[in-house]
T-cell receptor, first 112, second 118 residues
Framework: GQQLNQSPQSMFIQEGEDVSMNCTSSSIFNTWLWYKQDPGEGPVLLIALYKAGELTSNGRLTAQFGITRKDSFLNISASIPSDVGIYFCAGQRSAGNTPLVFGKGTRLSVIA | GAVVSQHPSRVICKSGTSVKIECRSLDFQATTMFWYRQFPKKSLMLMATSNEGSKATYEQGVEKDKFLINHASLTLSTLTVTSAHPEDSSFYIC??????????????FGAGTRLSVL
């Protein structure tokens, strides 16, 4: 099935640094979601974006819904060791009872 | 946020046995739930859409006789891996949209089930 183009695939950063990752698509989405997955766990919802241009924050996390509705980015400020994990973007085209389209994930490693 | 409970978290079974995985929405009703499979260091791969009171919709390449889905109530969907073989070993995850209002496009995930077939 379709997947979103998510980059970078992996990142190694120093504790305290800011992180940025993004997702792009060739088609329009009505909702963009960002999830974090820890090893052996299911994805946990971080931020949900519903409108083009929307900028939403959740603590040190900030995400934006691209104005073209074909892209989204996630920023993490002042990274800490517990930010380690895999971050997935997901797009939803229509109603909630349709499947999400996922990016391939960004694996974040934080060096203390 | 809404809670989706998945059980068991880990199961080890012998080849040829069947394994049932449960996915429950604890504080909302879900007419639809989704089942995913995830290989190591890979993204989630949609297996099927579970529909309450009707047949599941399977993605191309997923054997419906192998992966039986039952969505008998508004809060429970089950995935049964029948006659499991080592190649079925994987991480299985369910999700459900809580529905209603602006949150209708959100999906919450269970914690996943690690299946190991010996």
């Amino acid at each position: 099935g379709q997947q979103l183009n998510q980059s970078p695939q992996s990142m190694f950063i120093q504790e305290g640094e800011d992180v940025s990752m993004n997702c792009t698509s060739s088609s329009i989405f009505n909702t963009w979601l960002w999830y974090k997955q820890d090893p052996g766990e299911g994805p946990v919802l971080l931020i949900a974006l519903y409108k083009a241009g929307e900028l939403t924050s959740n603590g040190r996390l900030t995400a934006q819904f691209g104005i073209t509705r074909k892209d989204s980015f996630l920023n993490i400020s002042a990274s800490i060791p517990s930010d380690v994990g895999i971050y997935f973007c997901a797009g939803q085209r229509s109603a909630g009872n349709t499947p999400l389209v996922f990016g391939k994930g960004t694996r974040l490693s934080v060096i203390a | 946020g809404a809670v989706v409970s998945q059980h068991p978290s880990r199961v080890i079974c012998k080849s040829g046995t069947s394994v049932k995985i449960e996915c429950r929405s604890l504080d909302f009703q879900a007419t639809t739930m989704f089942w995913y499979r995830q290989f190591p260091k890979k993204s989630l791969m949609l297996m099927a859409t579970s529909n309450e009171g009707s047949k599941a919709t399977y993605e191309q390449g997923v054997e419906k006789d192998k992966f039986l889905i039952n969505h008998a109530s508004l809060t429970l969907s089950t995935l049964t891996v029948t006659s499991a073989h080592p190649e079925d070993s994987s991480f299985y995850i369910c999700s459900a949209p809580p529905g209603g209002g602006i949150a209708k496009n959100i999906q919450y995930f269970g914690a996943g089930t690690r299946l190991s077939v010996l």
